[in-house]
């Protein structure tokens, strides 16, 4: 399973736009890239997947360079609501079931946003 | 709201006990994941159940069990509680056996071992 490694916090404002990189070097040719958002005692909550280029969704954009050693997740103009932990995970969706399931979620990134 | 019913949302013992958590997945829901997280671990895949048979296996402790009924709720029975199992445990739950990476949570278990 592919290492990931990600800023541990990042601070912003509201309305600006926030990156998130997530480095995954080792990432295998089968290995997708799924960003999970978590507040304070609640469960995670899927954000996006993508396996190349560029995905978009209603609330998220996932950056993913040729060589995918990297991911970026942008949140467009965050509020004050979008404050809370940020998981990159990567692994093999079609492995079986059995790989991609014991993923472990790691540390993820805190992101608070300022008013 | 995921669709995912964890019980109970909070739980205090002692060490020694022996505690049970429910999970009921999503409707039409055949997997279920048990997840721990607590301070200095991050979020720790426990198992996975589908269709009533275990799937995967993680770091689960020997005094940790699970099982699938088939209603498809699942059970976390944690016995001989030391105070370092003080944790939330999250279900998670997905419609087939792969993990797709869209794993739907519930709100967690939050147990505190005194």
């Known amino acids: 399973l592919a290492k990931t490694t990600q800023p541990i916090s990042m601070d912003s404002y509201e309305g600006q736009e926030v990156n998130i990189t997530c480095s995954h070097n080792?990432?295998?040719?089968?290995?997708?890239i799924t960003w999970y958002q978590q507040f304070p005692s609640q469960g995670p909550r899927f954000i996006i997947q993508g396996y190349k280029t560029k995905v978009t969704n209603e609330v998220a954009s996932l950056f993913i360079p040729a060589d995918r050693k990297s991911s970026t997740l942008s949140l467009p103009r965050v509020s004050l609501s979008d404050t809370a932990v940020y998981y990159c995970l990567v692994g093999d969706v079609n492995a079986g079931g059995t790989s991609y399931g014991k993923l472990t979620f790691g540390q993820g990134t805190i992101l608070t946003v300022h008013p | 709201d995921s669709g995912v019913t964890q019980t109970p949302k909070h739980l205090i013992t002692a060490t020694g006990q022996r505690v049970t958590l429910r999970c009921s997945p999503r409707s039409g829901d055949l997997s279920v994941y048990w997840y721990q997280q607590s301070l200095d671990q991050g979020l720790q895949f426990l198992i996975q159940y589908y269709n009533g048979e275990e799937r995967a296996k993680g770091n689960i402790l020997e005094r940790f069990s699970a099982q699938q009924f088939p209603d498809l709720h699942s059970e976390l029975n944690l016995s001989s509680l030391e105070l370092g199992d003080s944790a939330l445990y999250f279900c998670?739950?997905?419609?087939?056996?792969?993990?797709?990476?869209?794993?739907?949570f519930g709100e967690g278990s939050r147990l505190t071992v005194l």
């Open positions: 080792n990432i295998a040719t089968n290995d997708y």
């Open positions: 998670a739950s997905t419609r087939g056996p792969l993990n797709t990476g869209e794993l739907f």
